[in-house]
């Protein structure tokens, strides 16, 4: 997993990352993390003591739960960034478009 993350920077180093280079890595990555999952659950018990384990099971549970709880909190910020960013950018178009004077016929026929 880790050298199938390393082509990406490497990828843009030498300035050949492409978007079919993102695409064909993706599938391969979930599909090897959903065989590490297992891994680690039964891992676990080999690194903590008993006494820990309840505890380090608990936290470890936790993290993967709560991450996609967090990926929908930054997804929410990430959307009201781009609203009010948006929302400015029109702002200061139409202040613009307003400060510009547009001649009119009258004034196009005096000179």
Do not use: W
């Not at 490497?10 to 300035?15: D, E, G, I």
Request: charged share 15%; net charge positive; with cysteine.
């Amino acid at each position: 997993m880790a050298l199938l993350l390393l082509i990406v920077p490497v990828a843009h180093y030498f300035r050949f990352l492409t978007v079919g280079l993102v695409l064909a890595i993706t599938p391969i990555l979930t599909t090897l993390n959903m065989c590490f999952y297992p891994a680690q659950m039964s891992a676990l018990p080999k690194i903590l003591d008993k006494k820990l384990l309840t505890q380090g099971n608990s936290l470890f549970s936790i993290a993967i739960k709560h991450r996609s709880g967090l990926q929908c909190v930054f997804r929410r910020f990430d959307y009201c960034t781009r609203r009010c960013f948006a929302l400015f950018m029109e702002l200061v178009g139409i202040f613009h478009r307003r400060s510009f004077v547009y001649p009119t016929e009258n004034q196009n026929t005096n000179q």
